[in-house]
């Protein structure tokens, strides 16, 4: 990823180090699903905020008082995933309805691991590829040099917050809109859509633009030790955060397909979308010499949101006719 030499080491030792947990990240975001799909939404929120602030103190623990470098904060995030692992677990062994989990029931079962295969390979796929293109466009990124780096690592950690809240909508499309569809319900999903494309929009626009206008205090709680990792960080900000909220439309766009039981379909627009016009820039745009700026990098972003939300909500409204014309034709 072209990353510096003098930020390579600390880089390294954090990946290790956080990779130690992606279990247990995998193990909260499975039975948090399974617990929204049942309509328990608010203890994934507990659960998350515990391990939060767990991450914030054990982060003043680890670096201030330990004196440890970066390996300090990557061993906070890795204990406060494994706590909130554990917190879903315990919560689903102590259910008593169909999402109760029985250690001693756990095998393969050959129906339903074809289902979620069906359903969550293709969104696995679009993840990995989605990752991809972020990882070519960050090493893009590390070629301005540490203090770009800086600036734009601390800038996403405040885009994680938003993304959060936005993500919330992505969640709840998908998971009403199935309960609708299963029900035959239709008209509801409609009502679904709108609900969650106005929150999301007005969620991502708001916060979007606070951060933007608090950005150097938010990015001085990271930054300490550089005015231009600070401005480098705005950069960022000004970019991103601002329209922002078409990633959330584009995700609960995404939601809402994958609720009408496609899969494929997401997957294949938002790798044209997002993989496809990203990697286009990079190898295209950015390497001509006016556009060869970390400006243009973060332009991309707003760009592929917008194509791949304006392709998935058409898509949407198509499958949403043919569905209520054969309900029609079926009455």
């Known amino acids: 990823m072209d990353t510096p030499d003098d930020a390579l080491p600390l880089a390294a030792s954090y990946m290790r180090i956080y990779f130690c947990g992606t279990i247990a990240s995998m193990l909260y975001n499975f039975g948090s699903a399974i617990l929204r799909a049942a309509g328990d939404t608010k203890s994934p929120l507990y659960y998350l905020t515990a391990a939060g602030i767990l991450n914030f103190f054990l982060n003043l623990f680890f670096v201030i008082a330990l004196k440890m470098d970066v390996a300090g904060v990557a061993l906070a995030t890795t204990i406060s995933q494994i706590m909130s692992a554990a917190l879903i677990i315990r919560t689903l062994i102590k259910r008593d309805d169909a999402c109760r989990l029985e250690l001693k029931k756990m095998h393969i079962y050959g129906r339903q691991l074809k289902r979620i295969l069906q359903i969550g390979l293709p969104a696995g796929i679009q993840s990995s590829l989605f990752a991809i293109s972020n990882v070519i466009i960050q090493s893009s990124i590390n070629s301005f040099g540490s203090v770009v780096m800086s600036g734009n690592a601390a800038a996403q950690n405040i885009e994680g917050f938003v993304y959060t809240s936005m993500n919330s909508y992505s969640q709840t499309a998908l998971n009403f809109t199935g309960q609708n569809y299963g029900a035959q319900k239709i008209d509801r999903i409609r009502k679904i859509m709108w609900v969650c494309l106005i929150s999301v929009f007005c969620t991502g626009a708001v916060l979007g633009i606070t951060a933007m206008i608090f950005g150097d205090q938010l990015l ?93 909500i058409i898509v949407f409204i198509i499958i949403m006719r043919r569905i209520t014309k054969q309900q029609l034709c079926n009455a």
């Open 220 to 312: 001085s709680i990271y930054i300490t030790d550089s005015a231009d990792a600070i401005k480098y960080g705005l950069v960022r900000m000004k970019y991103i955060m601002i329209p922002y909220f078409l990633c959330g439309l584009m995700d609960v766009a995404t939601g809402l397909i994958r609720g009408l039981g496609r899969s494929v379909l997401p997957m294949l627009i938002t790798v044209a979308g997002v993989v496809g016009i990203r990697l286009g820039w990079i190898y295209i745009v950015f390497r001509i010499p006016e556009y060869h700026t970390i400006q243009s990098l973060y332009i991309s972003y707003a760009f592929s949101w917008a194509a791949t939300f304006t392709a998935e």
